[in-house]
């Protein structure tokens, strides 16, 4: 096994989707709340959160294994990790090489491929934070806001990406090469059935989630984005309410995590998320195993019902069809 973050790795850089229909995709990710940004490559879409957290959208194309999605027609087609320096790149390309492609490509960035078959790609981390007014909150006897009030959202303006779930067949299985080769700590699970992990020993509790699909096969499942606080959850699924998008789970509060959060069906395979409030942890953090704990995916929701995904709730445009 390797040692904790030998690969000095800071998060998800990059995430990029292929899809069927890419004027229908960019437009769900203009209407999220991210920023167009011009691509040197013209069949290459990039929109970025305030840090720099960036998704590439490109029209799917099946005769090109780096065009082609995971499991759906549209889809993640490759995943971009960041690490701290260029030697971090190397050592990386050392280690993957040894029974991969480990390839560079022009702008320095490495390609490779996991286990189960998804691309991966590592480059020197471009996420920077953007200083802003933090959210204060009053409570008993702890008055952190005075003479101000508190803030209201009428879109998102996402911060930062937080974390990718991928639907397995056996998640149990797919984390060993993220665990053995890159180094990834389990934060939380469901015994093998879904397992949260962080690709560094401090910081964001999951960078990504493999979970049992119900559908066999390897597929995206969600996109999770920061928000800045439960009213920015709120304030941004509204309007994307608004634009009649389609809730898929909540507003609501995971269990694990302690995230709020405001999940949407998505034009690339799978759901994105607005989350708030996840938790932080240190090497101190003890992992638990939720498995002997059924239906563990919310403290509460508004909205969903039935894990299965049959919404009933105040939502307006969310429940007049069903999935
Ligand atoms: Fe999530």
Same mark, same amino acid.
């Given at each position: 096994?390797?040692?904790?973050?030998?690969?000095?790795?800071?998060?998800?850089?990059?995430?990029?989707?292929?899809?069927?229909?890419?004027?229908?995709?960019?437009?769900?990710?203009?209407?999220?709340?991210?920023?167009?940004?011009?691509?040197?490559?013209?069949?290459?879409?990039?929109?970025?959160?305030?840090?720099?957290?960036?998704?590439?959208?490109?029209?799917?194309?099946?005769?090109?294994?780096?065009?082609?999605?995971?499991?759906?027609?549209?889809?993640?087609?490759?995943?971009?990790?960041?690490?701290?320096?260029?030697?971090?790149?190397?050592?990386?390309?050392?280690?993957?090489?040894?029974?991969?492609?480990?390839?560079?490509?022009?702008?320095?960035?490495?390609?490779?491929?996991?286990?189960?078959?998804?691309?991966?790609?590592?480059?020197?981390?471009?996420?920077?934070?953007?200083?802003?007014?933090?959210?204060?909150?009053?409570?008993?006897?702890?008055?952190?806001?005075?003479?101000?009030?508190?803030?209201?959202?009428?879109?998102?303006?996402?911060?930062?990406?937080?974390?990718?779930?991928?639907?397995? #067949?056996? %998640?149990?299985? &797919?984390?060993? =090469?993220?665990?053995?080769?890159? /180094?990834?700590?389990? *934060? @939380?699970?469901?015994?093998?059935?879904?397992?949260?992990?962080?690709?560094?020993?401090?910081?964001?509790?999951?960078?990504?989630?493999?979970?049992?699909?119900?559908?066999?096969?390897?597929?995206?499942?969600?996109?999770?984005?920061?928000?800045?606080?439960?009213?920015?959850?709120?304030?941004?699924?509204?309007?994307?309410?608004?634009?009649?998008?389609?809730?898929?789970?909540?507003?609501?509060?995971?269990?694990?995590?302690?995230?709020?959060?405001?999940?949407?069906?998505?034009?690339?395979?799978?759901?994105?998320?607005?989350?708030?409030?996840?938790?932080?942890?240190?090497?101190?953090?003890?992992?638990? #195993?939720? %498995?002997?704990? &059924?239906?563990? =995916?919310?403290?509460?929701?508004? /909205?969903?019902?039935? *894990? @299965?995904?049959?919404?009933?709730?105040?939502?307006?445009?969310?429940?007049?069809?069903?999935?």
């Amino acid at each position: 096994m390797v040692a904790k973050n030998r690969f000095r790795l800071t998060g998800v850089e990059c995430v990029r989707f292929a899809v069927e229909n890419l004027d229908e995709a960019c437009r769900f990710a203009s209407d999220w709340g991210l920023t167009y940004v011009v691509s040197s490559d013209p069949e290459v879409k990039i929109f970025r959160a305030v840090d720099g957290s960036e998704v590439q959208i490109l029209t799917a194309d099946p005769t090109r294994s780096d065009r082609t999605p995971i499991g759906n027609p549209s889809g993640l087609c490759e995943l971009v990790w960041g690490v701290e320096d260029r030697d971090a790149l190397q050592a990386l390309a050392d280690e993957l090489g040894k029974d991969r492609r480990a390839e560079f490509d022009a702008e320095g960035v490495l390609h490779s491929v996991d286990d189960l078959g998804i691309n991966l790609g590592f480059r020197v981390a471009q996420r920077r934070p953007v200083p802003y007014d933090v959210t204060r909150y009053n409570a008993p006897g702890h008055a952190e806001r005075i003479n101000r009030r508190a803030p209201a959202y009428k879109a998102a303006k996402p911060r930062e990406i937080s974390h990718v779930a991928i639907g397995v #067949d056996d %998640a149990g299985q &797919a984390v060993q =090469f993220y665990i053995q080769r890159l /180094g990834f700590i389990v *934060s @939380d699970r469901y015994a093998n059935r879904g397992i949260f992990m962080r690709c560094s020993p401090t910081g964001n509790h999951h960078h990504v989630f493999f979970m049992n699909g119900k559908q066999p096969g390897t597929r995206f499942n969600h996109l999770a984005f920061k928000v800045r606080d439960i009213h920015e959850v709120i304030g941004g699924g509204q309007h994307l309410d608004s634009l009649g998008w389609k809730t898929f789970a909540g507003p609501g509060r995971h269990t694990i995590s302690s995230a709020c959060f405001w999940y949407f069906q998505s034009p690339f395979g799978g759901a994105w998320e607005y989350a708030a409030d996840e938790d932080i942890v240190t090497p101190e953090w003890e992992p638990q #195993d939720f %498995a002997a704990i &059924a239906h563990i =995916f919310s403290e509460w929701t508004f /909205g969903l019902e039935k *894990s @299965d995904g049959t919404l009933k709730g105040p939502i307006s445009a969310s429940k007049e069809k069903t999935l």
